[in-house]
């Protein structure tokens, strides 16, 4: 049993021996060990400085697209109620001109017509009863003499015309007495 126990001794010295050795051999080797943990460990830590960098700028720049996006969608809103605008505006337009040309027509025969309502209403005094026939002669050649006038606009004319012959109707529609003879 000696050597059985001599064996056993040698092993356990043996195997010391190794740990001894191998723990010399790391103590060695373990400092370079750590100081590549520690870079890594301080790279990675400015990496995720970079990561975090990049992602705050991410962030920023989503907002910023989904801020454009919405301007965008703003503008299309706003261009497509100008687009309506302005194809109510050019129909408007050419109402207008063809407004401006009916105007044209129009304008061109009041002069006409005020002449016949003058004309008209002064035969109709002269074959009317010989009522106040100075006044209403006198009412008949000023509004002669304002119809030629350039300085009154066809508005002013036809008032005026009217006022006579409202003046005229007016006469009919009184009881005065009057005496005179019918020329």
Known sequence: MKLAGI???????LTLCLVLFCSTLNAGSLE???????????KAADSQKQI???????????????HVQRRIALLRSDNAQLQ???KAQAQNRLLLQQQRAEI???????APLLAQM????????????AFLPQERSMRLQRLASRLKRADISDGERYRQILQAWQVELQYGRTIEVYQGSRK
């Not at 975090?52 to 989904?66: C, G, I, P």
């Not at 044209?104 to 009041?110: L, M, Y």
């Open 118 to 129: 003058h004309s008209t209403l002064d035969e109709f005094v002269s074959h009317d009863l």
């Open 104 to 110: 044209e027509v129009t304008r061109s025969g009041i």
């Open 7 to 13: 064996i056993t001794l040698i092993r356990i010295n």
């Open 32 to 42: 370079p060990a750590l100081r590549l943990d520690a870079k890594n460990q301080q």
């Open 84 to 86: 309506t605008r302005l």
């Open 52 to 66: 975090d960098k990049l992602d705050d700028e991410r962030k920023q720049m989503l907002q910023k697209y989904l």
